[in-house]
């Protein structure tokens, strides 16, 4: 392929409650839906719990490997919510109130005639060096620091501050992808299926299946950077699909 | 804590599908919520895509360091899926067509009057060396290797294998749970609770925001292996949100 550099990326999802089952993770499939519109391929996701030394290892392992990495949870108030020095500690850099956080926080809780409490002012902690991701929701910034995005785990405020995050990357050639429904599952059209791929190593086909309780149907997704290769491979396709059900009628 | 040494485990999602926004993962929920009530620590998930020398990494890692292991993905019958020869190389064995799978596979093939074509014989591909999960769901089994549980990645049948396993697993005791929901967002309760939790060490005291479009609330999580301390903990926490609510109430 003649495409240029391709932008990769990497999710670190931190919270115990992800892995207790307490909450079912809704940011994983938000952000590979807006990089898949951004043209950057997320490889890889992580999740790990509330632990300093599991979120320092994992986010150095990502980080050094990925174009970005973005981070979801653990910038709250409370006791559990130690992103901010956890990745401070991964980058060797002290963590701290962050002087414009700390501004913009107070003034918000001001105007509102709250108390800008020692738990609320965890939120304005930051690792030195971080620059702030506007969250629209609720105020309390995210921040980037070197390639790493850490962003809220609600996912109303992670959505809002990946929207304003999506502008600054440097996105790649979108992936265009075109889907084509088989009625038969996945034994019937993976010899053929096979065979395709082969013939054309410019797509990537993937083939998902379903299962309606009784019977096995596939989706067929074909994902390519240029359009010419996919539409290829989408007519080979059809033409499959339309031989086994020749097949079948006359069986 | 004089409880016994605890059992822990991690996910491996296997598709390129959970990482383009396709397919939002559904198993990993469902595997925390069926460990936490077994008694096993989910420790780490990991998602990587249908790349053989991502899925090795990934699983080396996790095997070597927790007690049970389980995969989702990539053991149908197209092309793409090449989970079980990655698993056989992460292991060092070969990868071949199981002669029981083939037995039951032909048979049930055979039963409908189906061909047990090329693609349908992928299916029995499992390193030497595994043991059947059996599937109530569609049939072709899942297997088991070392402390390694290879599962399909459609829901039902993930499912369905998932109950298969549970019962052969060597369960720690159960995290009991109890649940306080405040009225009040991390901001109001954060100080507070960060002394409750310093108080009961032998618990871990979770608080998960939640937000209605217009306000913060949070669910307060108290998890324990023994039931005092989170009772403890439980009536802290309640006499924190009646302080809270009288101060507002007076201010």
Redesign the interface.
């Given at each position: 392929m003649s495409s240029p550099p391709i932008a990769t990326a990497a999710m670190l999802a931190i919270g115990?409650?992800?892995?207790?089952?307490?909450?079912?993770?809704k940011n994983?499939?938000q952000l590979?839906?807006?990089?898949?519109i951004a043209g950057i391929?997320?490889?890889?996701?992580?999740?790990?719990?509330?632990d300093e030394a599991?979120i320092v290892e994992a986010l150095n392992a990502l980080r050094a490997r990925y174009t970005y990495v973005f981070t979801s949870g653990g910038i709250?108030?409370?006791?559990?919510?130690i992103t901010a020095d956890a990745v401070a500690k991964a980058f060797g850099v002290p963590c701290r109130h962050d002087p414009e956080a700390m501004a913009l926080l107070g003034a918000m809780y001001d105007r509102r005639g709250?108390e800008f409490?020692?738990?609320?002012q965890?939120?304005a902690r930051m690792p030195v060096g971080a620059t702030h991701i506007p969250n629209s929701?609720?105020t309390a910034p995210g921040f980037v620091i070197g390639n790493v995005h850490v962003m809220a785990?609600?996912p109303?405020?992670f959505t809002a501050m990946l929207s304003a995050v999506v502008p600054t990357l440097a996105g790649g050639v979108p992936?265009l992808?075109r889907s084509v429904a088989s009625p038969f599952g996945?034994?019937?059209?993976?010899?053929a299926?096979?065979a395709i791929?082969k013939n054309h190593p410019e797509t990537?086909?993937?083939?998902?299946?379903?299962?309606d309780?009784n019977r096995?149907s596939t989706e067929i997704?074909i994902?390519s950077r240029e359009e010419a290769p996919a539409v290829a491979a989408e007519r080979d396709i059809l033409s499959m699909i339309a031989e086994i059900a020749a097949a079948k009628a006359a069986s």
């Open positions: 115990d409650e992800l892995l207790s089952g307490r909450t079912k993770d994983i499939g590979a839906d807006v990089l898949s391929d997320l490889k890889e996701v992580r999740i790990v719990g509330d599991a709250g108030p409370t006791h559990d919510d709250m409490n020692e738990a609320r965890r939120m929701v609720s785990g609600v109303q405020v992936m992808s996945e034994g019937d059209i993976g010899t299926l096979t791929q990537s086909i993937g083939s998902y299946p379903r299962f309780g096995f997704v994902r």
